[in-house]
Each structure stands twice: as structure tokens, then as C-alpha cells.
């Protein structure tokens, strides 16, 4: 198995395969024992050995290839879950009472700069409150 071995990604992709190769041995040798009532004979699992040719090692770099691609999808998913996650919790966290303290202080400089206005236009002789009861006046 380990002979396929080209890149780094497939050592992991070996030990995966080799895994599914000593899980399928065990296997057998467990069913062997539970069938005879007696330990495997080293013949019974040179037989084993020899069947694991060409074909059942494509098929456990195969499987391994897919367990592999499945756990990476998987993986992607859930952190994809967890990065939506925390950047809504990181936006809503704050940003409302943040939101707040703008909208405040924005209103105290707006009424700060109307009554300024007021105050200067009135030092100036145009009193705007008597301009807009005159206006009222000549609407009714």
C-alpha cells in the first residue's frame, strides 16, 4: 500500500487504506476463531494475506480515498457553520449599544448646533421665533 505513495497527501490516504486492510484481518481472523472454536492457524491467514493482491488494494485505497473526501467535506462544512456563526454573533455583539451611543451623540451636537444657530441669529436681530408666529398668523 505504501508504495503507491506520490505525494504527501496520499501517505494519509496509505494509513487510512492500511487501517481498512487490519480492520478486514481482524475481522476475519474473528470470524475464523468464532467458526472453528479454535485459534487461526498461521496457514489460514497466509491465505488471507494472499488475496490481499492488486484488486483488494485498490479497493481500501479507494474506500480510503472516499472516507477521506467525506471527513474533508464534512470538516468544511461545519467550520463553514462555525466561521457564519461567529461573524453573526461578533456583529451583533456590541454594535447595538455601539449604535446607540452614535445616534445619541449625534442628536446632542445636532440640537447643540440648532440652538447656536438660534442664539446667533438672534444676536444678530432676526428673531426666528417671532418670523414663524408672524407666519402663522398670515396662514389662518
Given at each position: 500500500m505504501f508504495s503507491r505513495v506520490k505525494e504527501g497527501g496520499d501517505l494519509i490516504t496509505a494509513y487510512i487504506a492500511y487501517g481498512i486492510y487490519k480492520e478486514r484481518k481482524r475481522e476475519f481472523i474473528i470470524?475464523?476463531?468464532?467458526?472453528?472454536?479454535?485459534?487461526?492457524?498461521?496457514?489460514?491467514?497466509d491465505v488471507f494475506h494472499a488475496t490481499w493482491n492488486g484488486g483488494q488494494i485498490d479497493l481500501a485505497w479507494d474506500k480510503a480515498d472516499q472516507m477521506l473526501a467525506t471527513f474533508a467535506v464534512s470538516?468544511?462544512?461545519?467550520?463553514?457553520?462555525?466561521?457564519?456563526?461567529?461573524?453573526l454573533k461578533e456583529a451583533v455583539r456590541g454594535k447595538f449599544w455601539k449604535d446607540v451611543w452614535v445616534?445619541?451623540?449625534?442628536?446632542?451636537?445636532?440640537?447643540i448646533g440648532t440652538?447656536?444657530?438660534?442664539l446667533?441669529?438672534?444676536?444678530?436681530?432676526?428673531?426666528?421665533?417671532?418670523?414663524?408666529?408672524?407666519?402663522?398668523?398670515?396662514?389662518?
Open positions: 470470524d475464523r476463531k468464532t467458526a472453528t472454536g479454535a485459534p487461526v492457524p498461521q496457514s489460514d491467514i470538516y468544511a462544512d461545519e467550520e463553514k457553520k462555525e466561521a457564519v456563526r461567529s461573524a445616534s445619541a451623540i449625534a442628536n446632542l451636537f445636532f440640537a440652538i447656536a444657530l438660534y446667533l441669529l438672534k444676536f444678530m436681530g432676526f428673531d426666528l421665533v417671532e418670523k414663524l408666529a408672524k407666519l402663522s398668523h398670515i396662514l389662518q
